[in-house]
């Protein structure tokens, strides 16, 4: 988190600078997320997620590792809502297909 304190810092960025820091912002929050997700910090991945989902709502990895945490909470409803939204921008991920099949085994 300390690499985003860095990257947040109050500096004078030309709006070429500010691009760069924003996609450095969201790798850096999708690597905390991931890493949450392996320690079981559920509930920290989704706080890194949906402040990605700020700044660009269509980022997959995001709404997949949310999916992925709220499945492990046994979220079901709130994992199939994220898994429809990466379908929904991208009807070919297969990690997300195979996850909404799971979720919705255990929805019945």
Do not use: H
């Amino acid at each position: 988190e300390k690499a985003l304190d860095f990257i947040e810092y109050d500096i004078d960025y030309n709006e070429e600078e500010k691009k760069k820091m924003q996609q450095l912002k969201i790798l850096c929050q999708n690597d905390i997320s991931l890493v949450c997700l392996k320690i079981k910090r559920y509930t920290k991945s989704i706080e890194m997620s949906n402040e990605i989902l700020k700044i660009d709502p269509s980022n997959l990895k995001a709404l997949y590792r949310k999916g992925i945490a709220y499945s492990e909470m046994k979220e079901w409803e709130l994992a199939r809502k994220e898994f429809l939204r990466v379908l929904d921008i991208d009807p070919n991920e297969s990690a997300s297909k195979s996850e909404l099949i799971k979720v919705e085994v255990q929805l019945k």
